[in-house]
């Protein structure tokens, strides 16, 4: 053992404290992010290393370097897709397994017309097969594996048993790689994009897990459906190209909605990437114009826009996206400049490599956040600290100061295409006090107006929560517009956010949603098939909030831009809520804000004086 680990015959009694993966804990997503520290720090070692066995394979090591405050982040690949034997390479079966798509057999033109879709070559055969191996595959993951970490340091060590087994559940996220109808791509290409895809998204479903967790949940993150798959779309590239990210949104979201693969699967979420995505960086070193918004405004075919089923992106930042397991810590912590004459940048104005990554995979999270009822908050995930991942993932970081992203109210945009019950979420944000028995509020000054932060996502634009069910038409979104530069009160309190959390978090009220939304508590996925549907109304005679099943969760969102004015969390069964003369005025006189409900059983509803549904 190094001089590095062993502390160089350093006297003190240490301790390794872990905050995950705890004691027996269940974990169940692929990548596991292990966080901790060494106590009391040591001046003499530098390094931790840490041992992970699995079953049927060989110990997997890590050697990582201590902050100056003695923390260390690992990250390992419990299902072995990230490893060899010298734990850098991926194996070729789990490529070509992941690689497999629909994609092929041509409609005749007035299907492609009526249904909005070229359905895939060989589908079915592929989804049979698929299924079997699936089914397989299901039986042996139900056997939790047993795993055990240990950790050395200096004098001292730590050992952790806990187990692995993947997340099973009837409701999912599928990833899809979109391809206009006259873009052509080759076999290998196409299985690079969909493991670069794969990739990233276990990478989301577990810092979900891991930031549940952190906020006091238990460790609950989505089930991925399977690998990405290729969906052929009717918009030629030309198409694609000239429409804005709204009207990308709403075709998309149509074309899955009438494709028979993926259509009638109400408890299926999207997450998808569209191909063609155009740069024209010669048009912005022409310009001479280097902002932000000048770099999004040469931008086509993408999006950046999330609600109801379907989170939708562009691909033009996977340039600086890992395309396998060992180059995920590299690709964070790159500090190679953007040559914005090439390549776009989106990375809050870092100029990185590292930034544009932390950007625009922050933005996944965020977006995603939307499909599962979230919307905006002033800070963390759904609000001004999305563009911070590379803190969840990294130590002894310097703070960042970036601008401040703003939420302005968009004309039209991207309402949900399905999912449970209603679906338009927010989350607010603030201090919470005692409110009553078994309740606890939340406020955030000034939620009604638009120079508030959180919310959307992407290169100059985003969005708020989706809404309603079926194909949807949308109303009001918010997006991301512009960008201003922090007061300085703004610094220290960036540094104490960056210190304490990563200012990549989710606020109490988006971690009360998560915990109780279908999509992650597999301990709620069958209270929608109960015979008697929840009666969730708001009664303006009485100004009060009556549900026939307990209230988890009250919020009150800006109709402009979803950001939260209250929150009230209920942890005792409350079925009537009497909402206080303040909050009446915004919803009910005012009518410049809904009210969000959240039940103990995870239905969701949007209620306003104007349309009481």
Same mark, same amino acid.
């Given at each position: 053992m190094?001089?590095?680990?062993?502390?160089?015959?350093?006297?003190?009694?240490h301790?390794?404290e872990?905050?995950?993966?705890?004691?027996?804990?269940?974990?169940?997503?692929?990548?596991?992010?292990?966080?901790?520290?060494?106590?009391?720090?040591?001046?003499?070692?530098?390094?931790?290393?840490?041992?992970?066995?699995?079953?049927?394979?060989?110990?997997?090591e890590?050697l990582?370097q201590?902050?100056?405050?003695?923390?260390?982040?690992?990250?390992?690949?419990?299902?072995?897709?990230?490893?060899?034997?010298?734990?850098?390479?991926?194996?070729?079966?789990?490529?070509?397994?992941?690689?497999?798509?629909?994609?092929?057999?041509?409609?005749?033109?007035?299907?492609?017309?009526?249904?909005?879709?070229?359905?895939?070559?060989?589908?079915?055969?592929?989804?049979?097969?698929?299924?079997?191996?699936?089914?397989q595959?299901?039986?042996?993951s139900?056997?939790?594996?047993?795993?055990?970490?240990?950790?050395?340091?200096?004098?001292?060590?730590? %050992?952790?048993?806990?187990?692995?087994?993947?997340?099973?559940?009837?409701?999912?996220?599928?990833?899809?790689?979109?391809?206009?109808?006259?873009?052509?791509?080759?076999a290998?290409?196409?299985?690079?994009?969909?493991s670069?895809?794969?990739?990233?998204?276990?990478?989301?479903?577990?810092?979900?897990?891991?930031?549940?967790?952190?906020?006091?949940?238990?460790?609950?993150?989505?089930?991925?459906?399977?690998?990405?798959?290729?969906?052929?779309?009717?918009?030629?590239?030309?198409?694609?190209?000239?429409?804005?990210?709204?009207?990308?949104w709403?075709?998309?979201?149509g074309?899955?909605?009438s494709?028979?693969?993926?259509?009638?699967?109400?408890?299926?979420?999207?997450?998808?990437?569209?191909?063609?995505?155009?740069y024209?960086?010669?048009?912005?070193?022409?310009?001479?114009?280097?902002?932000?918004?000048?770099?999004?405004?040469?931008?086509?075919?993408?999006?950046?826009?999330?609600?109801?089923?379907?989170?939708?992106?562009?691909?033009a930042?996977?340039?600086?996206?890992?395309?396998?397991?060992?180059?995920?810590?590299?690709?964070?912590?790159?500090?190679?400049?953007?040559?914005?004459?090439?390549?776009?940048?989106?990375?809050?104005?870092?100029?990185?490599?590292?930034?544009?990554y932390?950007?625009?995979?922050?933005?996944?999270?965020?977006?995603?956040g939307?499909?599962?009822?979230?919307?905006?908050?002033?800070?963390?995930?759904?609000?001004?600290?999305?563009?911070?991942?590379?803190?969840?993932?990294t130590?002894?970081?310097?703070?960042?100061?970036?601008?401040?992203?703003?939420?302005?109210g968009?004309s039209q945009?991207?309402?949900?295409?399905?999912?449970?019950?209603?679906?338009?979420? %927010?989350?607010?944000?603030?201090?919470r %006090?005692?409110?009553?028995?078994?309740?606890?509020?939340?406020?955030?000054?000034?939620a009604? %107006?638009?120079?508030?932060?959180?919310?959307?996502?992407?290169a100059?634009?985003?969005?708020?929560?989706?809404?309603?069910?079926g194909?949807?038409?949308?109303?009001?979104?918010?997006r991301?517009t512009?960008?201003?530069?922090?007061?300085?009160?703004?610094?220290?309190?960036n540094?104490?956010?960056?210190?304490?959390?990563?200012?990549?978090?989710?606020?109490?009220?988006?971690a009360?949603?998560?915990?109780?939304?279908?999509?992650?508590?597999?301990e709620?996925?069958?209270?929608?098939n109960?015979?008697?549907?929840?009666?969730?109304?708001?009664?303006?005679?009485?100004k009060e909030?009556?549900?026939?099943?307990?209230?988890?969760?009250?919020?009150?969102?800006?109709?402009?831009?979803?950001?939260?004015?209250?929150?009230?969390?209920?942890?005792?069964?409350?079925?009537?809520f009497?909402l206080?003369?303040?909050?009446?005025?915004?919803?009910?006189?005012?009518?410049t804000?809904?009210?969000?409900?959240?039940?103990?059983?995870?239905?969701?509803?949007r209620?306003?004086?104007?349309?009481?549904?």
């Amino acid at each position: 053992m190094s001089s590095g680990i062993n502390g160089g015959g350093c006297k003190r009694v240490h301790s390794i404290e872990v905050e995950q993966p705890l004691e027996a804990e269940c974990v169940e997503h692929g990548l596991l992010l292990v966080k901790g520290r060494l106590l009391p720090k040591c001046a003499s070692a530098r390094q931790l290393r840490a041992t992970l066995d699995l079953p049927n394979t060989h110990p997997l090591e890590q050697l990582t370097q201590l902050s100056a405050a003695g923390e260390f982040k690992l990250l390992f690949d419990l299902e072995g897709r990230g490893y060899g034997e010298s734990q850098q390479t991926q194996p070729q079966s789990q490529e070509t397994q992941r690689s497999q798509e629909s994609q092929g057999n041509q409609q005749t033109q007035a299907n492609q017309e009526s249904q909005g879709y070229q359905e895939s070559q060989g589908s079915q055969e592929s989804q049979g097969s698929q299924e079997s191996r699936e089914s397989q595959d299901f039986k042996q993951s139900q056997q939790p594996t047993p795993c055990h970490l240990q950790l050395r340091s200096c004098s001292t060590a730590r %050992s952790i048993g806990f187990t692995f087994r993947p997340r099973r559940s009837s409701y999912r996220v599928q990833p899809l790689y979109i391809l206009c109808r006259d873009e052509q791509k080759d076999a290998e290409e196409e299985q690079s994009q969909h493991s670069l895809i794969d990739l990233n998204l276990r990478l989301v479903q577990c810092i979900y897990a891991h930031k549940l967790r952190a906020a006091g949940f238990a460790n609950r993150t989505f089930a991925l459906n399977g690998p990405c798959c290729s969906f052929r779309s009717q918009l030629t590239q030309e198409e694609a190209l000239s429409r804005s990210e709204n009207e990308l949104w709403q075709h998309f979201a149509g074309e899955i909605i009438s494709c028979p693969q993926w259509g009638q699967q109400f408890r299926l979420k999207f997450v998808a990437f569209v191909g063609c995505t155009r740069y024209d960086g010669a048009g912005v070193a022409a310009s001479g114009d280097n902002s932000y918004s000048n770099i999004r405004r040469h931008l086509s075919g993408h999006a950046a826009l999330g609600g109801g089923g379907l989170a939708l992106f562009g691909s033009a930042h996977f340039y600086a996206w890992p395309r396998n397991f060992s180059e995920i810590g590299d690709c964070v912590r790159s500090t190679e400049r953007v040559d914005i004459a090439r390549l776009p940048d989106e990375s809050n104005y870092r100029r990185t490599y590292g930034g544009v990554y932390a950007s625009t995979l922050g933005a996944v999270c965020h977006e995603l956040g939307h499909c599962f009822d979230l919307g905006h908050t002033a800070d963390g995930v759904m609000g001004q600290g999305f563009d911070y991942l590379n803190r969840v993932l990294t130590v002894d970081q310097p703070t960042e100061h970036l601008p401040q992203r703003i939420v302005e109210g968009a004309s039209q945009g991207a309402g949900a295409s399905r999912g449970a019950s209603v679906q338009e979420g %927010s989350a607010g944000s603030g201090a919470r %006090s005692g409110a009553g028995s078994g309740a606890r509020t939340g406020t955030r000054s000034g939620a009604g %107006s638009g120079a508030g932060s959180g919310g959307g996502s992407g290169a100059g634009s985003g969005s708020g929560g989706g809404s309603g069910s079926g194909s949807g038409t949308g109303s009001n979104r918010p997006r991301f517009t512009k960008l201003k530069l922090q007061p300085g009160s703004q610094l220290l309190e960036n540094y104490h956010n960056q210190r304490l959390h990563d200012s990549f978090y989710f606020a109490r009220n988006c971690a009360v949603i998560l915990a109780h939304h279908r999509w992650l508590n597999r301990e709620l996925e069958d209270t929608d098939n109960d015979s008697d549907p929840p009666e969730i109304e708001l009664s303006p005679a009485t100004k009060e909030i009556v549900s026939s099943r307990p209230i988890r969760l009250v919020e009150l969102r800006s109709n402009r831009n979803s950001l939260v004015a209250h929150y009230e969390e209920f942890e005792a069964a409350v079925h009537r809520f009497q909402l206080p003369a303040s909050l009446w005025h915004l919803l009910g006189e005012q009518r410049t804000h809904y009210a969000f409900v959240l039940t103990a059983s995870g239905d969701t509803k949007r209620l306003s004086c104007d349309s009481n549904s």
